[in-house]
């Protein structure tokens, strides 16, 4: 007999029925709207550029945005555990649908990026809402059997962001990659609001927003990803731009950190941090953050440059690691949610990411694309252990009042790995690759770009051609074999996470009391 899933306050009381697949639908084209953007937007700048010009400006358009996201990702987790998840997810979604509007109007660069640094405000709050409803809907111990759904999203952003990007552009015109977003997020504003029932929130009288700690943690945010997004580009490491952002921005963390001692309701409530494994979880997901986003850049780039193959499919290019990434994530969320065991999986993760990232490391030009399709499923497996896992563990170590806030500060961490991680990866690389050229006499060609196309590449003399390929086969090896060796702190704190048991994990989840006015799924055959 068919099994119907029915959304229950803790009272006890339940709404019409409706099926969570259809509430994790509505969440997933929210999630997808978050991730597809920028991979849309990518490919849709040079047009941009053309016909808004401010090519000098050209980087604040992504700048913009991903420090309008990292900066707003924790406040939006704690405005949803003080005044409700629902309301203030949708007002995320209307706020990223406001900006995804004004972007698309836009009639000059100053405007492109004032509007997607709204859009990016909204951004914030839609990853981290997305997480947080569903650790208030489904219990750890089922949360596993819907990872499948999670990261297919992420893998059908990858692939599909660089396609409709193209396509959009080429038939519609740039303007139509922000007004895509409209349609989507209508749907997923209605669904939300017609589907999702959560317990409302009652409010506090004497509940104070921690604007100080806010404040400095915005500053603090926003100065390390400055650091990370403008060293080695728009400025030196060394100069006094970046060490001023990096000192500014460590000591605005610190002072963050003091005020949230003496906050009476912290934005960041710092008791989250004494769960061993919920600091573990923050400190892998940051290490999978370093690597993953590394990949995604780097990987396309040696398979154009060195391998010869067309841009115009990129995120076809990532196609092994996507779905072993997919597939092995769905595989860990199943038998997550049969055992409930769940130790293993970080293990696992931690040393097939390190072991993929080593095999890439030794790629060269005579490598063939079978052989770096299949290290790159190693790797995308090693991802698949770790990418829904680390989540699941870390709202699993919280109590339901602060599951919004473990939400934001786990995928705040997983931002900044990945800033610093394109950062590192990025400067070595560079490095690299000019080294090699100057050595190998082409060093004008460096200093114009380190980074070449295929169709740009094929009109270079033939010499020229095969110095650049060993330069960028030289520089990959340096990016992933650091990226092993960041890989290998996960694979290590790995085996100091606690097995604690998994909330929902008796054999009726439907019995199971409610924890801190949490929604729960029960199943009714």
């Known amino acids: 007999m068919a099994t119907q899933q029915t959304v229950r306050t803790p009272e006890g009381e339940a709404p019409p029925a409706r099926s969570v697949r259809v509430v994790l639908l509505a969440l997933m084209i929210a999630m997808l709207l978050a991730m597809l953007d920028n991979m849309i937007i990518g ?22 945005y991903t420090l309008a996201t990292a900066a707003s990702t924790p406040l939006w987790g704690k405005f949803g555990d003080m005044f409700g998840r629902k309301g203030v997810f949708l007002t995320s979604i209307v706020i990223f649908l406001i900006g995804s509007a004004l972007s698309g109007m836009a009639q000059d660069m100053g405007q492109l990026i004032g509007f997607r640094a709204i859009q990016g405000l909204g951004a914030g709050g839609l990853m981290v809402g997305v997480m947080a409803i569903i650790g208030d809907l489904i219990p750890p111990r089922e949360r596993g059997r819907y990872q499948g759904m999670m990261a297919g999203v992420m893998a059908l952003a990858m692939i599909g962001g660089p396609l409709v990007g193209g396509t959009i552009t080429d038939h519609w015109g740039w303007r139509w990659s ?15 609001t017609t589907v999702l029932h959560l317990p409302k929130k009652p409010r506090s009288t004497d509940t104070r927003i921690d604007f100080l700690g806010a404040a400095l943690l915005t ?52 008791h989250i941090f004494r769960s061993r494994n919920f600091t573990l979880m923050s400190l892998i997901g940051f290490v999978a953050g370093f690597v993953m986003f590394g990949a995604v850049l780097y990987l396309p780039l040696f398979q154009q440059s060195v391998q010869g193959a067309s841009a115009t499919n990129s995120g076809l290019l990532l196609l092994p690691m996507l779905l072993s990434m997919m597939v092995v994530s769905l595989v860990a969320g199943r038998v997550t949610t049969s055992t409930g065991k769940y130790k293993a999986f970080p293990i696992a993760g931690g040393a097939l990411m390190t072991a993929g990232l080593f095999l890439l490391s030794t790629m060269d030009t005579g490598t063939s694309r079978l052989v770096s399709g299949i290290w790159m499923a190693v790797l995308g497996a090693g991802m698949g252990f770790l990418m829904q896992i680390t989540m699941l563990v870390a709202q699993n170590s919280v109590e339901m009042k602060d599951m919004g806030v473990a939400s934001s500060s786990t995928t705040l961490f997983r931002t900044l790995g990945s800033s610093f991680g394109v950062a590192i990866m990025g400067a070595l ?21 380190a980074q070449l196309d295929a169709a740009s590449l094929a009109k270079l003399p033939a010499q020229l051609r095969e110095a650049y390929q060993h330069a960028v086969a030289s520089g990959t090896h340096g990016a992933f074999l650091l990226a092993a060796a960041v890989a290998v702190l996960a694979f290590v704190l790995a085996f100091f996470v606690k097995e604690v048991a ?24």
Request: no cysteine.
């Open 43 to 64: 490919t849709a700048m040079p047009t941009i550029v053309g016909e808004l010009g401010g090519l000098e400006h050209l980087s604040w358009v992504v700048t913009a």
């Open 178 to 192: 922000f007004y895509i977003n409209l349609p989507l997020g209508a749907v997923a504003l209605a669904m939300v």
């Open 219 to 270: 500053v603090g945010i926003t100065a390390i990803v400055l650091v990370t997004t403008w060293g080695g580009t728009e400025y030196a490491w060394g100069s006094a731009t970046i060490v001023g952002l990096a000192v500014g921005g460590v000591a605005a963390l610190l002072a963050f950190l003091w005020a949230e001692t003496r906050a009476s309701d912290p934005i960041v409530p710092l």
């Open 429 to 449: 690389f560079t490095s690299r690759v000019q080294d090699e050229m100057a050595a190998r006499g082409g060093s004008e060609l460096t200093a114009r770009t």
């Open 502 to 525: 998994l909330r929902g994990a008796g054999p009726d989840t439907a019995k199971e009391p409610a924890d801190g006015g949490a929604a729960k799924v029960s199943e009714k055959v």
